[in-house]
T-cell receptor, first 111, second 112 residues
């Protein structure tokens, strides 16, 4: 399973755009890239998933370069309520495509 | 409407006393997972069921067992809880192994 590397923590201010980059050098051809958000004492919540290029939904964008060895989660105009841990996961391919969580990035949004 | 339900939300047990955590889903998903999450750590996959097929992670202790009597329900049994088993236990489901996982709110287990 592909290992992911993310910054342990990031700080931002309300209204700023936040970009969290994840490295996954050993990503397999059929692997998807998925990001989850987790608040304290809650289960992780799906944010976005992509395979290549760019994916955008109502809460975030996901940028994936052509070599797919990294990905960047972009959160536009963060608010205090976006303070959470963000996990980048790679996997989901084939019959053994389980998703394994890496360490995650703790995002602290300040007023 | 809740899609992945975990009961209870908080469970206290005594050292060595068996405990069962339950998970149910209304999504009719094929796959159900159990994760253990300790304080300030990432969720760690214990095992999963694909339909009735049980798949154990290599490093999951034998103390942890699971049952899935039907599509909707999955149970986590801890046969002899130790102090180190105190954690949040998360249940998740997905349509298939390549799908997005939907997580329940978790059960926080305290071992006295």
């Amino acid at each position: 399973l592909a290992k992911t590397t993310q910054p342990i923590s990031m700080d931002s201010y309300e209204g700023q755009e936040v970009n969290i980059t994840c490295s996954h050098n050993n990503i397999a051809t059929n692997d998807y890239i998925t990001w989850y958000q987790q608040f304290p004492s809650q289960g992780p919540r799906f944010i976005i998933q992509g395979y290549k290029t760019k994916v955008t939904n109502e809460v975030a964008s996901l940028f994936i370069p052509a070599d797919r060895k990294s990905s960047t989660l972009s959160l536009p105009r963060v608010s205090l309520s976006d303070t959470a841990v963000y996990y980048c996961l790679v996997g989901g391919s084939g019959n053994t495509g389980k998703l394994i969580f890496g360490q995650g990035t703790t995002l602290q949004v300040k007023p | 409407d809740a899609m992945v339900i975990q009961n209870p939300r908080y469970q206290v047990t005594q050292f060595g006393k068996p405990v069962t955590l339950s998970c149910s889903q209304t999504l009719n998903h094929n796959v159900m997972y159990w994760y253990q999450q300790k304080s300030s750590q990432a969720p760690k996959l214990l095992f999963h069921y694909y339909d009735k097929d049980f798949n154990n992670e290599a490093d999951t202790p034998d103390n942890f067992q699971s049952r899935r009597p039907n599509t909707s329900f999955c149970f986590l049994d801890i046969r002899s809880p130790g102090l180190g088993d105190a954690a949040m236990y998360l249940c998740a489901t997905s349509r298939d192994l390549a799908g997005v996982e939907f997580f329940g709110p978790g059960t926080r287990l305290t071992v006295l």
